[in-house]
């Protein structure tokens, strides 16, 4: 590393204090800005003459990465990575770091908290005791969960977390993924048409790609029980809204959990928030105290050891470090 004094810059941050980042960099005494952009003439401005980046939901873009003329490492607070340009990045020998392991157990109870929301009608019997009506058939039907089928869409880290927790309800619980070939005897693995066909709840765990924005369309929710209800604490594009309200409306399904949307936050005039069988919760799967001090912790200690010449834990794209 070189004498001169490094700068690294937080782009965007919603947390009410960087004291975690700041103390954990303060081991290479860097020059730490934080800036609060929303557009890439924002980030070009404050980033262009960084050594390290820290990004929330700023885009980087590959008009972005260009204009960064000594950057090493772009770390990304969460897991998701979809509003860095990665190919640029890597194109220009730049390291992206995220940090997938900081909030399994706080998203994974998140979703187990919407699944058996969803099965005993929690919220929409609350809304209604607050019209003042005191009749428990309106959440009718309701099944109980013992022996019903909890199909999970990804078997990542947060959704083998989600079966362990959901075995425990007595859920059988089947799942898709075509990255796994193998997995232990609880999960049965299927295909994505069997997934959709034979599970009472599906819930959503993988990243938000190419391949799987708006994998729940028309034609997947028309191939779900109408009984079923549909989990998303993922990112908000791989369900297509639309198609969410109509199946919803039409009784395709008997409901959905969504803490994730296609925009947030949403425009309020949304048909989807005017449905009572939809619960709607405001992106906060990933959130606990303990949770925050650890992404902040991980973020910036990605960030350190990049410029320590080493390389972080959580690598978005080896092949950087090849070129």
């Known amino acids: 590393m070189s004498n001169q004094r490094p700068r690294v810059v937080i782009t965007d941050c919603d947390h009410p204090s960087v004291e975690i980042e700041r103390e954990v960099l303060n081991e290479i005494k860097p020059e730490l800005v934080l800036a609060y952009c929303n557009t890439e003439d924002e980030v070009i401005e404050v980033a262009q003459d960084a050594d390290g980046i820290i990004n929330q939901y700023a885009p980087i873009t590959r008009r972005v990465i260009e204009s960064l003329k000594r950057c090493k490492v772009i770390a990304r607070y969460g897991v998701g990575v979809d509003n860095i340009d990665i190919k640029a990045a890597t194109?220009?020998?730049?390291?992206?770091?995220?940090?997938?392991?900081?909030?399994?157990?706080?998203?994974?109870?998140?979703?187990?908290?919407?699944?058996?929301?969803?099965?005993?009608?929690?919220?929409?019997?609350?809304?209604?005791?607050?019209?003042?009506?005191?009749?428990?058939?309106?959440?009718?039907?309701?099944?109980?969960?013992?022996?019903?089928?909890?199909?999970?869409?990804?078997?990542?880290?947060?959704?083998?977390?989600?079966?362990?927790?959901?075995?425990?309800?007595?859920?059988?619980?089947?799942?898709?993924?075509?990255?796994?070939?193998?997995?232990?005897?609880?999960?049965?693995?299927?295909?994505?048409?069997?997934?959709?066909?034979?599970?009472?709840?599906?819930?959503?765990?993988?990243?938000?790609?190419?391949?799987?924005?708006?994998?729940?369309?028309?034609?997947?929710?028309?191939?779900?029980?109408?009984?079923?209800?549909?989990?998303?604490?993922?990112?908000?594009?791989?369900?297509?809204?639309?198609?969410?309200?109509?199946?919803?409306?039409?009784?395709?399904?008997?409901?959905?959990?969504?803490?994730?949307?296609?925009?947030?936050p949403p425009d309020w005039e949304n048909s989807l928030l005017k449905l009572d069988n939809l619960i709607i919760t405001p992106h906060i799967s990933f959130y606990s105290e303990e949770s925050y001090a650890e992404l902040k912790k991980k973020v910036a200690k990605a960030v350190l050891l990049v410029m320590k010449g080493e390389l972080p834990p959580a690598l978005v794209n080896p092949q950087a470090v090849e070129k």
């Open 91 to 264: 194109e220009h020998k730049i390291i992206v770091a995220n940090v997938p392991d900081y909030c399994i157990d706080e998203v994974s109870t998140h979703t187990m908290a919407l699944i058996l929301a969803c099965a005993r009608g929690i919220t929409l019997l609350n809304s209604k005791i607050k019209e003042k009506r005191w009749d428990f058939t309106l959440a009718k039907p309701l099944f109980r969960t013992q022996g019903k089928t909890l199909g999970l869409f990804g078997l990542g880290r947060i959704g083998r977390m989600v079966a362990q927790k959901a075995s425990g309800f007595g859920f059988k619980i089947i799942a898709y993924d075509p990255y796994i070939s193998s997995i232990d005897d609880r999960i049965e693995l299927v295909g994505f048409s069997k997934l959709l066909s034979d599970s009472d709840f599906v819930s959503i765990h993988v990243p938000l790609t190419a391949e799987t924005r708006h994998s729940f369309g028309e034609n997947e929710l028309k191939k779900m029980k109408k009984t079923a209800y549909l989990i998303n604490t993922a990112r908000g594009p791989i369900v297509d809204e639309k198609a969410l309200y109509k199946a919803l409306k039409n009784r395709w399904v008997a409901g959905a959990a969504l803490d994730v949307m296609e925009k947030e």
